[in-house]
T-cell receptor, first 113, second 115 residues
Framework: KNQVEQSPQSLIILEGKNCTLQ??????????LRWYKQDTGRGPVSLTI?????NTKSNGRYTATLDADTKQSSLHITASQLSDSASYIC????????????FGQGTELSVKP | KAGVTQTPRYLIKTRGQQVTLSCSPI?????VSWYQQTPGQGLQFLFE???????NKGNFPGRFSGRQFSNSRSEMNVSTLELGDSALYLC??????????????FGAGTRLSVL
């Protein structure tokens, strides 16, 4: 069954600290993996997209890694800011069934001052 | 460039009623996808339209339907509303297929409450 599992479900960190969010997937065949940030009351915003051949991609203080062999991805946030408080969603795209995006449940990150 | 616009932002309906939600994609984007988001289920894919044709469909009952117009604007309709339909409905547009490295741009969503 095609699934995307994220951990932890929620996380609280202090401003200025780093954190890492995890994403494990069983989607096959794999085409690409993306991370989204969703602020409360807003739609998700794309942070990174990685294909099979890419194992690291950065977007400012956000760095995503991908290990296609172990089917794991992580999103590392450096020097967190209060504005990083949001839900982070991992999504895997498969070309199966005409092309489908499989969404994880998200990790709720709260950055405290 | 204007983003994806969804209207209305908030909606309150009662069980049994029907509702129509609207989505205007980014200019030039021909693919529009709809999603339902609930705290328990996360984001669930409803359907995707491209050039007025439904190209892909999720696992939702027939009460959920949609369409796309020649200007790429899209509407989704939910008939015979149930309490469980209360959710945030998100629309996303992209140049082409939402996968394959085409970035999807999401609207702010329509918050539907069914009483």
């Amino acid at each position: 069954k095609n699934q995307v599992e994220q951990s932890p479900q929620s996380l609280i960190i202090l401003e200025g600290k780093n954190c890492t969010l995890q994403c494990n997937y069983t989607v096959s065949p794999f085409s690409n993996l993306r991370w989204y940030k969703q602020d409360t009351g807003r739609g998700p915003v794309s942070l990174t997209i990685m294909t099979f051949s890419e194992n690291t991609k950065s977007n400012g203080r956000y760095t995503a890694t991908l290990d296609a062999d172990t089917k794991q991805s992580s999103l590392h946030i450096t020097a967190s800011q209060l504005s990083d408080s949001a839900s982070y969603i991992c999504v895997v795209y498969t070309r199966n069934q005409g092309g489908k995006l499989i969404f994880g449940q998200g990790t709720e990150l709260s950055v405290k001052p | 460039k204007a983003g994806v616009t969804q209207t209305p932002r908030y909606l309150i309906k009662t069980r049994g009623q029907q509702v129509t939600l609207s989505c205007s994609p980014i200019s030039g984007h021909r693919s529009v996808s709809w999603y339902q988001q609930t705290p328990g289920q996360g984001l669930q894919f409803l359907f995707e339209y491209f050039s007025e044709t439904q190209r892909n469909k999720g696992n939702f009952p027939g009460r959920f339907s949609g369409r796309q117009f020649s200007n790429s604007r899209s509407e989704m309709n939910v008939s015979t509303l149930e309490l469980g339909d209360s959710a945030l409905y998100l629309c996303a547009s992209s140049l082409d297929k939402p996968g394959a490295k085409n970035i999807q741009y999401f609207g702010a969503g329509t918050r539907l409450s069914v009483l």
